[in-house]
Structures are given as structure tokens and as C-alpha cells.
């Protein structure tokens, strides 16, 4: 049966990855029922503030069989890749739910860490007398939900570092001047990553120099949050980096203002740990992800300083002899995929 219980569970990751983008600062979760080797319900969480994944599984089954499903519940498995909620939240708990439902039994990837949490589902789920089943596929369950375990634990967003290289590692011209490494596909990619994370963050230089409008425009999904470091406030409000597309927070040493769309933040010793205040006021702000997408001054100060989850490297076959180089990372590459004639590397921390 055990086999079996890994199946199941593995689509609920599949079904959890469908909140991408949508769901923080909540987990993303997926949940299947099953009765007699069948799935008769399924469902992941809902954007912020919505319905839960156990909820739109049975939510999913009662449309399906209407007033039949509750007999069906009695005797079906739950699979949820997360430990369900205990307390009241934006919704009411899941587990609630699942004890009034008298589910035959509940297979869980992984407890929930937060506070909230954290073993009192599962305690909950117990005493009303169903039968628990913890850590199928654990390591699986917390790799899907690793920009919330990462939040949680470290209080800060999940860091993701991207860029694209030459293929003799090159980062850019000497020049200030704009160069585009990567190709078309690599480029749809990087704006499907844009539309699955809270926020992605560059440079000075970068939005002086490519005027970037880091929105999602190859891809449908939600714009990031924009974090700009402009330390004197050299970039000019008419970049494209402040337009209404998205909110822009601003790191600078000069003023603290806010608007509906743009964030001034000045911080105390602005070149003091910059990466690891930026990170925290972020986590103060509900930020459970971000990109960092440079340039390559940007990109090393968070390697330096050991602040990252996740690196993005794509390699093309542009050959540019002398520029300025790559950010140096020391890492173990994990994964390596062609996207057209680029080369992505995945690469995490030792």
C-alpha cells in the first residue's frame, strides 16, 4: 500500500505547484481523496485568502456524487502534501473540516512548521479517532514548500539568484550599455519564474543601464513586486521600472515615502549588511520569495554574504571575449536542461 500512498502523493504536489504565484504568504498545498483506489476528489489552495486544498477536494467530490460524498468521505483516504490547519486564519480550520467529514484516514507529506500549526492538526485530526499517516514522501513535501519553510525558519524570503552568461562567462559589456545573452525561449522562461515568486530585485546600475520593466509581459501571471537598490536616487522616476505595471520598494539612503505603488525605504547604515536588512524588511513586509536578477555587483554581494537558496545560470553560445565577468558561486549543480540553444544550470548550496 505504501506505493500507493506515494502516488497519491506525488499528485498532490502536482496539484499544489498549480498555486504558484498566487497563493504566498501562504503554502502552497495540493490534496486528493481517494475511495477503493480511485480518485474521487481534488483540489490545491486557492489565492490568498481563499479556500484551502483539503476544502476544494471536497468541495471537488460533493459537486461530483452531491449528497452521496459524505457517505463516500467515511470511508475514502485523504492526501494532503501539508499537515492541515488547526486555527482560524483567513479561513476556518481544516482540520475541522476533515474530523466533521469522518474520513477514513489522512496521509500527510509533512507537518506544518508555523506556530499555529505544528503537530496540532495532526493531534486534533487523532483524538477525533481517524487514523494519521505522517511523512510519505517528507523530503519531497518540504522541497515543494520551501519559499514558506524558508520564511518560517529563517525569517526572511526564499532568495533565488538568475542570470545569463556568455559561454565564455561574461555577465555584460565593459560598457554601460544593454546586451541581451539569452534567447527567446530563456527569456519566456525567466518571465514564467517572475509570475511564480513575491518579488525580484536589481540594481542601480541595472535599471539605469537596461531599463527594465521586470513585469511578467511573455507570460500571463501576476507581477512581482519590484525592489530597486538606488542607494542616492539616481534612477529617474520616468524608467520604466516605476511604472504603474506593479509596486515598486525602493532601498535607499536619502527618504522614506510611501504611495500605492512605490515604497521608499531609507535604512540606518546603508551599506552596512545590505543584503541581510533588505532580506529582513522584506520578511516584515510578508515577502516569502524573490529573484535576484543583478547585475553582477547586485548578484555577489547576496553570494558573499551566504544569502541565497537557489541559483539560475543560463549559458549561451554568445561569445563575448572581454567584459565584465560572472558572479563567482560555489555551489553543487543539481540540474542541467537545454531551453533551445541556452544551457540552464540549477545550482544549490553546498
Known amino acids: 500500500m505504501y506505493m500507493q500512498d506515494e502516488h497519491y502523493m506525488k499528485r498532490c504536489f502536482e496539484l499544489a505547484q498549480l498555486g504558484s504565484g498566487t497563493v504566498s504568504p501562504n503554502p502552497m498545498v495540493g490534496a486528493v481523496i481517494v475511495y477503493e483506489d480511485k480518485i474521487i476528489g481534488e483540489g490545491y489552495t486557492s489565492p490568498y485568502g481563499g479556500p484551502h486544498a483539503e476544502v476544494n477536494a471536497i468541495q471537488d467530490c460533493s459537486s461530483k456524487y452531491g449528497q452521496s460524498a459524505d457517505e463516500l468521505f ?3 483516504t485523504l492526501y494532503v502534501s501539508l499537515e ?9 480550520p481544516c482540520a475541522d473540516l476533515i474530523i466533521q467529514k469522518q474520513f477514513s484516514k ?3 507529506g509533512c507537518i506544518d512548521p508555523f506556530a499555529k500549526v505544528n503537530g496540532e492538526g495532526v493531534k486534533k485530526i487523532k483524538d477525533a479517532g481517524i487514523e494519521v499517516m505522517v511523512g510519505v514522501l517528507e523530503k519531497e513535501a518540504k522541497w515543494s514548500n520551501r519559499r514558506f519553510f524558508t520564511k518560517l525558519e529563517k525569517s526572511r524570503p526564499y532568495v533565488i539568484l538568475k542570470w545569463a552568461e556568455t559561454a565564455d562567462g561574461y555577465f555584460a559589456p565593459e560598457e554601460q550599455q544593454q546586451l541581451w545573452i539569452s534567447n527567446e525561449a530563456s527569456k519566456q522562461l525567466v518571465h514564467k519564474w517572475r509570475s511564480e515568486e513575491d518579488a525580484i530585485l536589481v540594481g542601480k546600475n ?6 527594465p520593466s521586470l513585469t511578467v509581459r511573455e507570460w500571463s501571471g501576476k507581477n512581482p513586486k519590484r525592489i530597486l537598490i538606488d ?3 539616481d534612477v529617474p522616476l520616468t524608467n520604466s521600472i516605476y ?5 515598486t520598494i525602493i532601498f535607499n539612503d536619502v527618504k522614506s515615502e510611501w504611495t500605492a505603488k512605490r515604497k521608499f525605504i531609507a535604512l540606518e547604515n546603508f551599506d552596512l549588511y545590505l543584503p541581510q536588512t533588505i532580506l529582513y524588511q522584506l520578511f516584515l513586509m510578508d515577502v516569502q520569495s524573490i529573484i535576484i536578477e543583478g547585475g553582477a555587483h547586485t548578484l555577489q554581494q547576496f553570494i558573499d554574504a551566504n544569502l541565497w537558496d537557489e ?3 543560463i549559458t549561451s553560445k554568445t561569445i563575448l571575449h572581454k567584459g565584465k565577468k560572472s558572479p563567482k558561486i560555489n555551489g553543487k549543480i543539481t540540474e542541467i536542461l537545454k531551453i533551445s540553444t541556452d544551457t540552464l544550470k540549477i545550482i544549490l548550496p553546498l
Not at 84 to 92: D, L, V
Not at 243 to 247: G, L, M, R
Request: with cysteine.
Open 311 to 313: 541559483a539560475r545560470v
Open 206 to 211: 541595472t535599471a539605469i543601464a537596461d531599463n
Open 243 to 247: 511604472s504603474e505595471e506593479a509596486e
Open 74 to 76: 467515511t470511508k475514502s
Open 231 to 233: 542607494k542616492h536616487l
Open 84 to 92: 492541515p490547519c488547526s486555527h482560524f486564519g483567513k479561513t476556518p
Open 106 to 108: 489522512v496521509v500527510i
